[in-house]
């Protein structure tokens, strides 16, 4: 039975194939020219590639035997093997048609048209081989690409010799340079993330979507670690929460947070919150010393602090110093040096710009702050212990047992106003807000004698403290009674307290005669809070005088100007 020549479907079929699959150079066999069946193979130059596609072809040729005989797989073969690799099914059901129309079918209209079909073959694979160049030009361009996308979002894989084609090849050199410029990108773009302002959160708790004026209702009953955990919730709430309005009343009821008892805020400038955070190491004593100054000999110095600077007296001077940013360390070299004593300064103020000194001498002293303007006049027989000034008004307290009223105005300097006789020595002196000018009363009338009064200073018109010889700090309120204070706290090892100093709130701060002890207390509390010796029994000091603010704690002893730094312990 002879089948009829293959239709015009399969022979499309065979085209479409050959334009899909490149095919590899034409062989002799190809051309009908001589060649045995099954021997049309690759020549000396061709590669083994080839020499395998030729391998597969001849094992499907001998399956093909089995099944339709030898004359028609040997004519079939010729076919198959022009082509140098398998054919599809339709050429293969071509092929095997061809070979049962026997030897005048095959090199007739089959022969035409396979020759034709041949001839566009070879025009396709010229064309396929040029194109084939392109596609890989282009495919190593995507997957240099590909590549360089995995290395910046940290998934490279490892690199293999062959993806790195036409253009893709170059994109490895340029990969290793721009690796540090890519994570200063990433860098730069977190940093522009966090100075962006935070936006409320549009999904979420019905809690967060109330107006903020309610919201600040209702945090201000939190407490401070209920505060801290809702600030780690997301960036809008952290923000949200350090608003100075939720943090006042737990700045107000903290140690010495910039707040009065009477609500004033001293430290404006500051965040309340980060206030909060310095007072927790004042509560806990957490704190790291230094020593800022220190001196040959032995002195009794006084200190005041105004802004940035630091004024202290140094034997027969008083030196004005620049803090640096820190708080913690001093400029070396003082703004100005203030002189006019012939003996040893034993203290000092600060009122309108000038500096109201007295010393050993007797003599009080008046110096410009921002001039070199300096005024010196006999004030007492002996030496001057303490001066105030308020209002415009000078005091003076003495060894010779006298209180003085001097007017700080120019065209009246060194007239006394007032002479005030006392039974002892004046060994502190402080004037009221309210500028009285009279006697109200006398405090303590019933202590024994030796229980002399060191220091003394108002916190309110109505309301001051003392510390003195009997170890004790008193806080007298003249509302209540003249004869007994309100509270004290008693110096647990019984030494003399020469200083005192408070934030006009809750905290108190004492210095001692012995071992330069430094005690902190909390005035809602009767045993000291925390005790910092500063000094060796080599080298015992009283404390003379201390000052302090929100962050530092500032000690004179007699050999050093020591520091308590309580925001970076």
Not at 21 to 27: E, G, I
Not at 255 to 261: A, D, E, K, P, V
Not at 319 to 346: K, M, T
Request: charged letters at 25%; hydrophobic letters at 35%; a positive charge.
């Amino acid at each position: 039975m002879v089948s009829p020549p293959p239709g015009a479907a399969a022979v499309a079929a065979a085209r479409a194939w050959l334009r899909v699959r490149p095919a590899p150079r034409p062989l002799m066999g190809s051309q009908g020219g001589a060649g045995t069946p099954g021997n049309g193979g690759p020549s000396e130059g061709e590669s083994g590639e080839t020499r395998k596609l030729q391998e597969e072809g001849r094992a499907a040729r001998g399956k093909r035997r089995k099944g339709k005989g030898k004359a028609g797989a040997g004519q079939g073969g010729k076919g198959s093997e022009a082509e140098g690799k398998p054919e599809p099914p339709q050429a293969k059901e071509e092929t095997g048609l061809g070979a049962e129309a026997g030897p005048s079918a095959g090199l007739g209209k089959a022969g035409e048209r396979g020759g034709s079909v041949e001839e566009g073959a070879r025009r396709r694979v010229r064309g396929d081989e040029g194109s084939a160049g392109a596609r890989k030009e282009a495919k190593g361009r995507d997957e240099g690409k590909k590549e360089e996308w995995r290395v910046r979002t940290g998934r490279r894989e490892d690199a293999r010799p062959a993806r790195a084609q036409g253009r893709g090849g170059q994109a490895w050199g340029r990969l290793a340079g721009t690796r540090a410029a890519m994570a200063t990108a990433a860098e730069e773009a977190a940093a522009a993330a966090a100075r962006e302002p935070a936006c409320r959160p549009a999904a979420g708790p019905a809690l967060l979507r109330l107006p903020e004026e309610l919201l600040l209702l209702i945090f201000s009953y939190l407490d401070m670690q209920a505060l801290g955990r809702l600030a780690q919730v997301c960036r809008w709430l952290r923000r949200f929460t350090s608003c100075d309005l939720l943090w006042r009343r737990i700045a107000r009821a903290s140690l010495n947070s910039g707040f009065t008892r009477l609500g004033t805020d001293l430290m404006a400038s500051v965040p309340v919150k980060e206030r909060v955070k310095v007072s927790q190491n004042w509560r806990l004593g957490r704190c790291r010393e230094g020593i800022l100054l220190k001196w040959r000999c032995s002195q009794m110095p006084w200190m005041q602090l105004e802004g940035d600077s630091l004024y202290i007296s140094q034997a027969n001077f008083i030196l004005a110093y620049q803090f640096r940013p820190d708080g913690a360390s001093l400029n070396r070299r003082p703004l100005g040096v203030f002189a006019g004593h012939d003996e040893d300064v034993c203290h000092f103020v600060l009122a309108n710009s000038h500096i109201i000194s007295g010393g050993g001498d007797g003599k009080i002293g008046i110096h410009k702050i921002h001039s070199t303007f300096t005024v010196k006049y006999s004030a007492h027989e002996q030496e001057v212990n303490c001066v105030d000034c308020k209002g415009g008004i000078i005091v003076s307290g003495s060894r010779d047992r006298t209180a003085k009223v001097w007017p700080l105005a120019s065209g009246r300097l060194g007239q006394c106003l007032h002479t005030i006789q006392t039974e002892d020595r004046v060994w502190s002196i402080a004037i009221s807000p309210l500028l009285s000018g009279q006697l109200m009363m006398h405090l303590g009338s019933d202590f024994p004698p030796g229980a002399g009064v060191l220091d003394v200073m108002y916190e309110s018109p109505s309301t001051l403290l003392s510390c003195g010889y009997d170890t004790y700090v008193r806080y007298w309120d003249l509302r209540a009674s003249a004869r007994k204070c309100v509270m004290e706290w008693e110096e647990p090892h019984d030494s003399t307290l020469y200083c005192l100093q408070t934030d006009g709130n809750h905290l108190l701060a004492t210095g001692s005669s012995y071992y330069g002890v430094v005690r902190l207390w909390d005035r809602r509390q009767r045993a000291c809070l925390h005790a910092f010796p500063l000094t060796s029994t080599p080298l015992s000091s009283p404390v003379y005088c201390l000052r302090f603010t929100t962050r530092h704690l500032y000690a004179a002893l007699s050999y050093n100007l020591h520091v308590l730094d309580f925001q970076n312990p």
